[in-house]
């Protein structure tokens, strides 16, 4: 039973997001890119909304994540901040935006917060990107991590695999989660990792971690809206639980819209003026 449910809790926030963890409510986390979806998963009482960078994916058709700009970021955050009125909206800075600069990933956090109105950053990397994470959290901007499976990097790994199965790059993963702790970090992402790699993290960190392919054992799941609802099939890795098939169902709607209009059965009488 939900001790925050949509009724009772005005505005998700990083000391609520805690308090689910402490008291061992799991936190539920989607994507959303744009007003009319980010409305409909807010009101359905989910307690993060990701504005991720697989925007460049879902909604721009990239291969990767790496296209997509800040200002691309940034229109969609914006479009979702207008959404949602109670879930807690964290936002990806893209890909080239923190990383080795420490002063650029200040800019790029200020820009998204102050032109979005989000209120939180998400950054994937562990001790190579420790003086971006602490630059941006000198600003008061809360900073939600990203380890394992960073899509960021996916021409250095070369493959989606699963990371971290072998113990020396476990070991780091876990140091680096403990670091980005250390820093200040309200949460962290653990993508595609082994499940019990992922619950000693979970166990050996007092903040939230938020698993997408690392078991069951840790404080809250994310998925990738389109993902989830079936409107992209190609994607279909086996942390993936499909909810819908919306891809079926709209297909369905369009063909029967195409009929009405060739059949002259759209519009009627009764739906003109």
């Not at 039973?1 to 689910?20: F, G, N, P």
């Not at 991590?145 to 960073?150: D, N």
């Not at 403990?178 to 990792?193: D, Y």
Request: hydrophobic share 40%; aromatic share 6%; with cysteine.
């Amino acid at each position: 039973m939900s001790v925050h449910s949509s009724s009772s809790v005005k505005r998700v926030t990083t000391h609520i997001l805690q308090e689910m963890k402490d008291s061992g409510e799991k936190i539920s986390m989607l994507t959303a890119y744009d007003f009319s979806m980010a409305k409909i998963v807010d009101s359905a009482g989910i307690d993060i909304v990701l504005v991720g960078d697989s925007a460049s994916n879902v909604m721009a058709g990239h291969e990767t994540t790496l296209p997509i700009t800040l200002d691309q970021m940034i229109y969609h955050a914006s479009s979702v901040v207008r959404a949602v009125k109670r879930a807690f909206i964290v936002v990806d800075i893209p890909f080239g935006h923190y990383q080795g600069n420490s002063s650029e990933a200040l800019r790029s956090a200020i820009r998204i917060m102050k032109e979005s109105g989000a209120h939180a950053v998400k950054v994937e990397g562990g001790s190579e990107i420790k003086e971006s994470v602490s630059r941006i959290l000198s600003a008061g901007v809360p900073v939600m991590g990203h380890l394992g499976l960073t899509p960021q990097s996916i021409y250095k790994f070369g493959t989606y695999t699963v990371r971290a199965k072998e113990e020396a790059e476990a070991k780091k993963l876990l140091e680096d989660a403990q670091m980005l702790e250390q820093c200040g970090c309200f949460a962290i992402v653990l993508e595609k990792i082994p499940a019990a790699l992922a619950q000693k993290v979970a166990e050996s960190v007092k903040i939230p971690v938020i698993g997408i392919g690392a078991g069951p054992d840790v404080d809250g799941q994310v998925l990738v809206m389109h993902d989830m609802l079936g409107i992209t099939q190609e994607f279909k890795p086996r942390f993936l639980r499909q909810y819908a098939d919306l891809q079926s169902i709209m297909t369905e709607a369009f063909q029967n819209y195409i009929k009405d209009v060739k059949d002259r059965k759209f519009p009627t009488k009764s739906e003109s003026y």
